[in-house]
């Protein structure tokens, strides 16, 4: 799980020109109520989902009824797995190992996936069978998870690298542009595509992280967010042997697993994580996370351009690592419509937690932008 992205390129939109950034925004009064954006002119445009409210909760089952997809969904799973394929790109020697399903039209639109922490591509099987039927679906594995190359090199997981993997793999589909759809370290990564490549990215989801303004912002004050990052710091400082490194418990494929609730789905886990390094997975905070003693607040130039696509956002407001209030202040940093669906009763994992809704928005929200 990651806190904050902190990567801002040259302007030269070039994944080789690299500048680090920490912005902070500032401080908000509300909570997580209406979630606003000014569109490319100025008007006001917004959608309005305070705990995903009347017209979606008319449309999508309940969290308590769905949480996850019913057992028929299961089913299919285990049918649709065999039909997946899979696919490596190439950014500069570093294979990135790629899932991919859903319609095989080359002028199909494509929708891009990136997992965070402990996770890999399978994270996202219910939304790929539920976007399949309209889109190319591609789920990666990130560096150092699972059939991707595992580089040993710390800079080798620097935020700048990370992004060319992605447009390595958009690339390598003959693609110039995809919906770019990211969780956790997935959500770090595609919020630095979206600021650095924005001629990449069609439209922006994003899952359980804020945007950076707003989570620096609340790594510098609020004190619940600095207590919820705690685990990060001991990341940072210690080491994969260490017997107490991953909350307490040694770090191995069955823990790393341990937040899996879907029995089906656990076996996969654990296999993914025994062939994946740790040492790579702690190295995304080793090269990313913001130096506790760094000076704040960075010069007021240092700024993360406006987004100018359309966003879509869920934050589940179960979420023990990612405190919701970094959602506050979102609508100013984008310059195109936001839509942010905060879920109850689901955690950090919400593509999970809530599958039908998450992947039904996801279906319904795309269709909108291409009306």
């Known amino acids: 799980m990651v806190p904050f992205t902190l990567e801002r390129f040259g302007g030269d939109q070039s994944v080789n020109a690299l500048n680090l950034r920490l912005q902070h925004g ?60 899979h696919g490596y790109a190439d950014n500069n020697g570093v294979k990135i190992h790629f899932a991919k399903s859903g319609l095989t039209d080359e002028q199909a639109p494509l ?55 992605v447009a390595a793999v958009i690339r390598h589909l003959g693609r110039s542009s995809a919906v770019v759809v990211g969780h956790d370290w997935g959500g770090a ?24 303004n707003g989570i620096n912002r609340e790594l510098a004050s609020n004190a619940e967010q600095q207590q ?6 001991t990341f940072i400082a210690g080491d994969v ?46 090269a990313n996370y913001p130096d506790p003693e760094r000076p704040r ?21 179960e979420d023990t690592a990612l405190h919701s209030d970094g959602l506050n202040n979102t609508w100013d940093w984008i310059d195109n419509t936001l839509t942010l669906v905060t879920v109850p009763g689901a955690g950090h994992f919400v593509q999970q937690d809530a599958s039908a809704i998450v992947s039904s928005t996801m279906r319904w929200w795309l269709a909108m932008q291409n009306q």
């Open 111 to 165: 929708v891009v996936m990136i997992h965070g922490f402990p996770d890999y591509w399978y994270s996202w099987r219910d939304q790929m069978q539920v976007l399949g039927d309209d889109y190319a679906v591609v789920a990666i594995d990130q560096r150092g998870y699972n059939l991707s190359d595992q580089p040993e090199a710390l800079a080798a997981y620097s935020m700048v690298n990370l992004v060319g993997d």
């Open 189 to 212: 990564v595609a919020w630095q595509v979206a600021f650095n490549l924005p001629q990449m990215v069609d439209q922006l989801i994003i899952l359980n992280l804020p945007h950076p």
């Open 228 to 233: 919820n990052s705690s685990y990060a710091r």
């Open 297 to 317: 607040p960075m010069d007021a130039n240092d700024t993360l351009p406006q987004l100018p696509m359309p966003v879509l956002m869920f934050h589940g407001l």
């Open 241 to 286: 042997n260490d017997p107490d490194i991953l909350f307490g418990q040694p770090m191995t494929a069955a823990n790393l697993a341990g937040w899996v609730s879907d029995a089906d789905a656990k076996p996969h886990y654990i296999a993914a994580f025994e062939r994946s390094s740790f040492s790579g997975m702690l190295n995304f905070y080793k």
């Open 26 to 85: 500032q401080h908000c009064a509300q909570n997580h109520c209406i979630r606003a954006s000014r569109d490319r002119i100025g008007r006001s445009a917004f959608t309005l989902f305070a705990g995903f409210t009347t017209l979606l909760l008319a449309l999508l089952p309940s969290v308590q009824a769905s949480t996850r997809m019913d057992d028929a969904m299961v089913t299919t799973t285990k049918n649709w797995i065999d039909t997946v394929e």
